[in-house]
């Protein structure tokens, strides 16, 4: 091989090292960033100080005339099934019944559709596609932030649909038993991780609330009294697993 043919072999062989390595990297500093959000979370609930984190959002939605912007999460990195994207045009604009049926029994859901369109037609989307059957809740909270955090198929806290979108329903937010509001790991990153609030909870207005529980929540206080390994933040005591969700206009 000549010498100027070599150079460029191994120029273009170091070029592809590169990128691989800041691809690498980017997968990790995501990795990262949804770890910390966790432990700022704990902080507020351990300390009781008024950190806040993320800014909180208007419904961008409701700007765009109900037009809902699903983009690519990070190059789908965490994403744990190919379910594709919702619509564009929300489906719902009124009350959406969910329920949840969990080993521990059901939970009945009302999805608020005119608060927050986008959230609850990528509910409803990942739900119908069956994104969330066979799905552990991975996550009980205690203390100053009381919730069941459930939607990640893979159970690490880490993964989603592959798509994230903006933040809705967040001014004034109030997180009181009952609640039913997205988990992110900063601003506009929801994907398809919730959670169930058992009991008022202290939370900065950052994460879109789309529904309330109006049926089951004895279901979830009994989860949440069995407590947490490790007890305050840690994975359930007594096992909870989504078999299915089913959807119903009302």
Same mark, same amino acid.
């Given at each position: 091989?000549?010498?100027?043919?070599?150079?460029?072999?191994l120029?273009?062989?170091?070029?592809?090292?590169?990128?691989?390595?800041?691809?690498?990297a980017a997968?990790?500093?995501?990795?990262?960033?949804?770890?910390?959000?966790?432990?700022?979370?704990?902080?507020?609930?351990?300390?009781?100080?008024?950190?806040?984190?993320?800014t909180?959002?208007?419904?961008?939605?409701?700007?765009?005339?109900?037009?809902?912007t699903?983009?690519?999460?990070?190059q789908?990195?965490?994403?744990?099934?190919?379910?594709?994207?919702?619509?564009?045009?929300?489906?719902?604009?009124?009350?959406?019944?969910?329920?949840?049926?969990?080993?521990?029994?059901?939970?009945?859901?009302?999805?608020?559709?005119?608060?927050?369109?986008?959230t609850?037609?990528?509910?409803?989307?990942?739900?119908?596609?069956?994104?969330?059957?066979d799905?552990?809740?991975?996550?009980?909270? %205690?203390? &100053? =932030?009381? !919730? /069941?955090q459930?939607?990640?198929?893979? *159970?690490?806290?880490?993964? +989603?649909p $592959?798509?994230?979108?903006?933040?809705?329903?967040?001014?004034?937010?109030?997180?009181?038993?009952?609640?039913?509001?997205?988990?992110?790991?900063?601003?506009?990153?929801?994907?398809?991780?919730?959670?169930?609030?058992?009991?008022?909870?202290?939370?900065?207005?950052?994460?879109?609330?789309?529904?309330?529980? %109006?049926? &089951? =929540?004895? !279901? /979830?206080?009994?989860?949440?009294?069995? *407590?947490?390994?490790?007890? +305050?933040? $840690?994975?359930?005591?007594?096992?909870?697993?989504?078999?299915?969700?089913?959807?119903?206009?009302?």
């Amino acid at each position: 091989m000549a010498a100027k043919d070599r150079k460029k072999q191994l120029a273009r062989q170091r070029y592809e090292r590169q990128q691989q390595a800041l691809a690498e990297a980017a997968a990790k500093a995501r990795r990262v960033k949804i770890i910390s959000s966790a432990v700022a979370v704990a902080v507020v609930v351990v300390g009781g100080a008024a950190v806040v984190v993320y800014t909180g959002k208007d419904d961008k939605s409701k700007a765009d005339g109900l037009h809902c912007t699903y983009s690519p999460a990070g190059q789908a990195v965490g994403k744990v099934k190919d379910v594709g994207t919702p619509p564009k045009k929300p489906a719902y604009k009124g009350t959406v019944q969910a329920t949840v049926k969990t080993n521990q029994g059901d939970i009945v859901m009302d999805l608020d559709a005119k608060a927050a369109p986008c959230t609850v037609g990528s509910f409803v989307h990942l739900a119908q596609k069956g994104f969330y059957d066979d799905s552990p809740c991975h996550r009980l909270t %205690s203390g &100053g =932030l009381n !919730v /069941l955090q459930c939607g990640d198929p893979s *159970g690490k806290g880490t993964g +989603g649909p $592959g798509y994230q979108y903006a933040d809705e329903n967040t001014a004034n937010a109030k997180y009181t038993a009952g609640t039913l509001a997205m988990a992110n790991s900063g601003p506009d990153t929801n994907g398809s991780q919730f959670f169930l609030v058992y009991k008022d909870s202290q939370l900065q207005p950052d994460y879109s609330v789309f529904g309330k529980i %109006s049926k &089951g =929540l004895d !279901v /979830l206080q009994k989860i949440a009294k069995a *407590g947490s390994e490790p007890a +305050g933040d $840690g994975a359930p005591k007594k096992k909870v697993t989504i078999q299915d969700v089913t959807i119903a206009p009302v």
